[in-house]
């Protein structure tokens, strides 16, 4: 085997406790792969776990000492060349924030899930010109997401 297939061997991209109406776990997998390859990584040991708003305050407390809601939460497990990660995503956030920015739940899905990616890619989005980029990528991305290809016509 070559390097580059056993890292692809190594690849895992979980989805716990994801909504039945959300899109399916492998037309996530498939562009998350597609986002990694336009950003020249390769993805390892991915996980996406999806909670409610209760659990995701306790573990915002117990894990960064911040007593606020958040939307989401990423840990950044990357080594050797590989890009590998965890991110908790607040469902009632998702929906609270898809009614807010006048999103669809399935755009705000796919802007959590790349922000986690571009979080441990190092995008940051403390100032206003890191959330820009931030954004410019995720939109990015979510554009990826809606593109069709030949095959799926």
Request: glycine share 4%.
């Amino acid at each position: 085997k070559t390097f580059l297939s056993l890292y692809i061997c190594n690849m895992r991209i979980a989805f716990e406790n994801l909504p039945e109406n959300f899109p399916s776990p492998n037309q996530l997998r498939n562009w998350l792969q597609a986002v990694a390859q336009h950003h020249r990584v390769v993805l390892g040991q991915v996980a996406y776990r999806f909670v409610d708003g209760t659990t995701m305050l306790s573990m915002n407390q117990r894990y960064l000492q911040h007593d606020t809601d958040t939307d989401i939460l990423t840990f950044d497990y990357s080594k050797g060349g590989l890009c590998s990660y965890e991110a908790i995503i607040n469902l009632e956030m998702l929906a609270h924030n898809a009614a807010t920015f006048s999103q669809s739940t399935e755009n705000e899905l796919i802007r959590l899930l790349s922000h986690a990616f571009l979080h441990v890619l190092g995008l940051n989005d403390k100032r206003p010109e890191e959330k820009e980029a931030m954004r410019t990528a995720e939109e990015e991305a979510i554009a990826m997401f809606h593109v069709k290809h030949i095959s799926d016509v």
